[in-house]
């Protein structure tokens, strides 16, 4: 029924306990609520792997997780996470999630010195995706073909992996210098 739909005393009665124990073991609902949405992502996995082709084996996986159940489970406690989020504890537990399973991995692996930034734009990425997808259940994604999602998000979500000016297979570097100009500028395929 969602967070605030549910009060203690629902929860309380639904365990078959007072709600004053509820409130003196947990503190508050919010206390609860997280105690309870708990999300086992095993994408950690994914994001130690390799870098090449991470992006879309972390796609697929985020567009797959649905199809076990750990994974279904994991997608309810996001969803039920990311609706609630207009909560400071929530959202400080959400952004830690996010933080720890996509961000972290990837920055103690990347080069050069924005590797920070751009590993939270992968988190950033990933945490639109699986919004998208399993929580507002996007009708267009959730229809497509999964391979095909996975080989188009999967190569934007590779990109912030790569630093810029390291040259891309088949494109010319994204601060390269523009003949035509002779101007030293970034140039986005």
């Known amino acids: 029924a969602g967070f605030d739909a549910v009060g203690i005393r629902a929860v309380a009665a639904r365990a078959g306990v007072d709600a004053a124990l509820v409130i003196r073991h947990f503190g508050s609902k919010e206390r609860l609520f997280l105690e309870t949405m708990t999300v086992d ?22 567009v797959c997780l649905p199809s076990t159940r750990t994974g279904a489970l994991a997608v309810t ?5 990311f609706r609630a989020s207009d909560r400071d504890e929530v959202r400080r537990t959400l952004r830690t999630t996010i933080d720890e399973v996509f961000a972290r991995p990837l920055v103690r692996r990347l080069t050069g010195g924005d590797a920070e930034v751009r590993a939270h734009l992968v988190a950033a990425q990933l945490g639109g995706l699986l919004t998208s997808m399993h929580v507002v259940r996007d009708p267009v994604l959730l229809a497509a073909d999964p391979q095909v999602v996975v080989a188009r998000y999967g190569d934007a979500v590779q990109r ?17 210098v523009r003949p035509e100009s002779g101007e030293n500028r970034e140039v986005y395929p």
């Open 77 to 81: 406690a996001l969803a039920a996470l």
């Open 160 to 176: 912030p992996t790569v630093p810029l000016g390291t040259p891309e297979p088949g494109r010319a570097p994204r601060d390269a």
């Open 41 to 62: 992502l095993p994408a950690i996995q994914v994001m130690e792997g390799p870098l090449d082709g991470m992006g879309r084996a972390i796609v697929e996986h985020v």
